[in-house]
């Protein structure tokens, strides 16, 4: 019995060493340095890997993120002073659409995998946030109401569904709207709830759950009974957020404070390990992506066009 529960331990650490061995293609994010921020790519490359820039401009530059099905590049990005719009760059990094918004600032974009729409929230001078839609190219900003509070942070459920936070004077809600009827259900309530994740290859959701001084990544699921329930996945002890996963949906990329600072962190999602991802000397990063190859490749062969 003994014998066999040290083999099972070394054929667990091997499992665990493999995986942590694998890297993605490459990730996107949002790197910020003193007052500024661009849209970043990195590649596995050594220790450190290489990490090259989609994006030099004056302006700053947030949420980006990969609408794979159409090959570009979306985030919001700094129209005048304050005041944000979104954009879409091509894989020559060339931008060939921008949005803005005379009520509010644009931002948070999250496409659709199966047509031209984009999810996103809209910023208003009175502080409120409104979650709503836009159809690429030709529309413009359209919100989902409901009872006059503030939302954020949409995710894709299915075409005609969507998961969105919503500011209630509890503490923020997940909600689940019907974009059709209109009609939302509260799912998740009690403490800070937000940053939806969703993947579309497994359909597993993942959401960022804040009570107290801890703040963790937990996963969305529902049981035999087909209610609504929520397992802890990180277990953070500080500061977990900013989720998302894999195309393949095996691992999940976050953010993570650890020993006074954030780091990157992918997590096998079979097993738990994980992984520290240096992405460069920033003083910010935003919203890690985990890329495809192809993805990655057409980025580059792009840039040197």
């Known amino acids: 019995m003994k014998a066999r529960i040290i083999l099972f331990i070394i054929l667990l650490s091997i499992t665990t ?129 409901f009872e006059g509070l ?23 809600t997940i909600n689940q709207r019907n974009i059709s009827s209109g009609a939302e259900e509260v799912i998740v309530s009690g403490g800070q709830n937000w940053q ?23 996963e969305l699921f529902k049981d035999a009974q087909d209610r609504w329930q929520y397992e802890n996945v990180s277990n953070a002890r500080t500061y977990d957020w900013q989720p998302g996963v894999s195309r393949d949906g095996d691992t999940l990329i976050y953010r993570s404070l650890r020993n006074g600072r954030f780091c990157t962190i992918l997590r096998d999602i079979a097993s738990g390990a994980e992984k520290l991802i240096d992405l460069g000397e920033f003083a910010q990063v935003y919203f890690p992506v985990i890329l495809e190859r192809a993805d990655v490749e057409r980025l580059l062969a792009g840039a040197s066009q």
């Open 196 to 218: 939806c994740h969703v993947n579309q290859t497994s359909g597993r959701i993942f959401f960022v759950r804040r009570a107290g001084q801890i703040s963790s990544i937990f």
């Open 17 to 145: 060493a493999a995986w942590a061995q694998e890297t993605p293609a490459g990730i996107l994010f949002v790197g910020a340095n003193d007052g500024s921020s661009e849209i970043y790519l990195w590649q596995p490359d050594g220790e450190k890997g290489v990490i090259s820039s989609l994006t030099s401009t004056t302006a700053k530059e947030g949420n980006a993120c990969w609408w794979s099905h159409k090959g570009l590049v979306l985030a919001s990005r700094e129209m005048s002073p304050d005041h944000y719009g979104l954009i879409a760059m091509n894989e020559r990094h060339e931008t060939v659409w921008q949005l803005e918004d005379p009520l509010g600032s644009l931002g948070w974009p999250v496409p659709s995998p199966w047509d031209d729409r984009i999810l996103c929230v809209r910023g208003m001078s009175d502080g409120s946030v409104q979650a709503g839609m836009v159809v690429f190219p030709d529309g413009g900003f359209e919100p989902f109401e």
């Open 150 to 172: 503030s939302g954020g942070q949409l995710a894709w459920l299915s075409p005609d569904r969507v998961l969105l936070s919503r500011v209630t004077a509890a503490g923020f």
